[in-house]
């Protein structure tokens, strides 16, 4: 697996604030890459770069090696780059289907003139990806309002599957769920990655980010701090990195080592 996704040396100041000190990220095609860190620390500032909502003061993002440069969310839509935000871009009044297709209907041709929108289509491929993902979504609903907050993210998540997204940005994803529905979202996660898409998963909850990641970066202070795989590390540790209570540590031995030199 190659890197979809790299971020380097991203800087952005909101007037005397730093939000980013030279963040950099790499993200695997087909992995899932937890993004942790307390209130403040960041993340939210990082993904809307990547997102196309603000420009960098310096660095650079690439996607498939190309630098890219990103004036708008539609901009990084149209380049492969989806996000699942918590509040969800879904039209409420709109069906399953009409909200998978939205901005992008398939068409035919009335008489070899007329366009219309194949919605008889947009049906059949919306139940076939319903069907894939395993999820218990009405495919016939007339609207996704009332649908909730577990089967609203699988239809996000079933656009970004359907439209081949390269990277997929899930934001805090399981904020206000059910238990049963955020073990759902997580297999949705894992599905975007087996699917060939690199999935950037923001959450608070270490149990479940220690469940659905591959491996995880933790912010601290608008940086990096460490990266690890999930399978060689624990909450204690990813705490310590998230309050800077590492730093603190490694700050306190290094004078007593300097102290050891001396006396060599």
């Known amino acids: 697996m190659g890197n979809v996704l790299e971020v380097k040396g991203i800087r952005k100041s909101f007037g005397p604030v730093e939000a980013l000190r030279g963040v950099d990220l790499t993200l695997q095609s087909g992995e899932v890459l937890a993004l942790v860190g307390d209130n403040g620390a960041g993340k939210s500032t990082l993904i809307k770069h990547i997102a196309g909502v603000y420009r960098p003061d310096s660095g650079e993002i690439r996607l498939d090696g190309r630098k890219l440069d990103l004036l708008s969310p539609a901009a990084a839509r149209d380049l492969g780059i989806e996000t699942v935000f918590q509040d969800l871009a879904l039209a409420d009044d709109l069906s399953v289907g009409a909200n998978i297709f939205l901005g992008r209907e398939p068409t035919r041709r009335w008489l ?47 656009r970004a599957i359907y439209w081949k997204a390269k990277v997929v940005i899930m934001d805090e994803p399981t904020a206000a769920l059910a238990v049963m529905e955020r073990q759902n979202v997580i297999k949705y996660a894992r599905e975007l990655a087996a699917s060939g898409a690199g999935v950037i998963y923001i959450g608070h909850n270490l149990v479940e980010i220690l469940d659905v990641a591959d491996r995880i970066a933790v912010m601290f202070r608008g940086a990096i701090v460490h990266t690890t795989t999930a399978g060689e590390t624990s909450q204690e540790t990813l705490i310590k990195y998230m309050t800077g209570y590492h730093d603190k540590q490694a700050g306190a ?10 006396h060599v």
Do not use: C, F, M
Request: glycine fraction near 10%; hydrophobic fraction near 35%.
């Open 253 to 262: 031995q290094r004078p007593e080592q300097e102290r050891e030199k001396r």
């Open 112 to 158: 070899g003139i007329l366009p219309y929108i194949d919605n008889g289509l947009i049906r059949e491929e919306t139940a076939g990806l319903l069907k894939r993902l395993n999820s218990h979504v009405p495919g016939k609903a007339k609207s996704v309002a009332r649908l909730s907050g577990g089967q609203r993210q699988a239809v996000a998540i079933a």
